[in-house]
């Protein structure tokens, strides 16, 4: 699986540098909001909310 | 774990560690900490070059979960953090041109070491007497020394500064701000990002709170916002030159993200002037380490440098279960 990404990534990588920035962005972005709304799902779930002040 | 760009093999669980530490310090102190994961990920494996840019991509990730975190917690004020990020990247490219300049001359890594500290210590030192005059006086009142500082005098003074056009930050608790101050707060800090080489976010937080007069929480948020919009262009330049191993930074991002989220929510359930004060230290320690790496002790430089991280992210953690427990027992308030 790991050697197929990185296949992946070198292919895209050597053959559009642009392409590999514009991923390396969708990437982190997917990602980073993925995170926040799955993270903060498990925070509500065990009560957690914040906003004390 | 094979890295195809660096061409190189690095532990992942080394990665989701220091991922996890510098993410609860990036969602509590709004910061990126590439003082802390550059040199770090340098160790582990990483050529300098690819350090660098993996570093933004992560922070970029990291970001946006902190981010996310601090607008629900309404601690983002969208207009301060979108003037000052969009104009810290102008700083940005003054700090790249003043770079080229300084290597021209061979001066580079003195004034950029001499500058880094000089700023590190103080910043650290000033925001560490101010938590400690603030103390003093709140314990001869007899009142909690932890409680929301007064506005600095100099950030009053800013604010009736009538320097057209004005900006009103309503978020921020400020009805008027000369517009011109906040362009030159971001080019500074832009400025200051591009010649070091890191985030900004230790120079952006203190001048957030002490010129403008944010809370400390929208100080906090506002900041992460600027890194946001600042590292989305980063990490787009640096992958484009080929400096981005995405495989390392989605592992250092699954670390990162979890310890933002936490961070962040930390900030709600902890009292403002025990994060200015973590922050100070944080950032008095990372001038240490920078001088142990200009006397050429870069394994005590890094030791140190993680060694704060973890210790510092721990205090958080414990100060978030407190804060919790607190809330859970007394249903009202429940700052630590």
Not at chain 2, 193 to 207: D, Q
Not at chain 2, 262 to 275: L, W
């Amino acid at each position: 699986m790991l050697e197929i990404f990185n296949e992946f990534i070198r292919i895209v990588y050597n053959d559009d540098k642009t392409t590999y920035g514009l991923l390396t962005l969708g990437i982190m972005a997917g990602l980073g909001s993925t995170i926040s709304i799955a993270t903060e799902l498990i925070f509500r779930i065990l009560g957690i909310k914040g906003g004390a002040h | 774990m094979y890295m195809p760009i660096a061409d190189a093999y690095v532990n992942p669980q080394a990665l989701l560690i220091i991922g996890f530490c510098v993410g609860v310090l990036g969602g509590f102190f709004g910061v990126g900490s590439a003082f802390i994961v550059t040199p770090a990920l340098n160790i582990f494996g990483f050529p300098m070059a690819y350090a660098i840019g993996t570093n933004i991509a992560q922070v970029f990730g990291k970001s946006i979960v902190g981010t996310f975190k601090h607008a629900l917690l309404e601690h983002v004020d969208w207009r301060l953090g979108i003037i000052v990020g969009f104009t810290g990247m102008l700083g940005v490219q003054l700090g790249k041109k003043t770079i080229m300049y300084l290597e021209q001359i061979n001066q580079v890594e003195l004034v950029v070491r001499t500058v880094y500290i000089v700023l590190l210590f103080l910043v650290g030192s000033f925001m560490l007497y101010e938590y400690l005059s603030h103390k003093k006086r709140h314990l001869k009142n007899g009142e909690n020394p932890f409680a929301e500082a007064e506005m600095h005098p100099l950030a009053i003074k800013l604010q009736h500064l009538k320097l057209l056009p004005m900006v009103s930050l309503p978020v921020s608790g400020i009805k008027t701000y000369s517009l011109w101050l906040v362009v030159a707060l971001g080019v500074f800090t832009g400025f200051a990002s591009g010649l070091l080489g890191v985030g900004g976010g230790f120079l952006r937080l203190p001048m957030f709170i002490y010129l403008m007069g944010l809370p400390t929480t929208v100080a906090v948020g506002t900041d992460l916002l600027c890194i946001l919009i600042s590292t989305a262009w980063g990490s787009y330049t640096y992958a484009v030159a080929g400096r981005v191993e995405i495989l390392g930074a989605i592992v250092m991002l699954l670390g990162s993200g979890v310890g933002a989220q936490i961070g962040s929510v930390a900030t709600a359930y902890v009292r403002s002037m025990r994060i200015r004060l973590y922050f100070a230290i944080t950032v008095l320690l990372a001038g240490v380490s920078v001088i142990l790496k200009q006397l050429n002790w870069n394994t005590a430089a890094g030791l140190l440098m993680f060694a704060t991280a973890w210790t510092i992210s721990l205090i958080i953690f414990l100060a978030l279960i407190k804060g919790i427990f607190l809330a859970k027992t007394n249903c009202g308030r429940h700052i630590t």
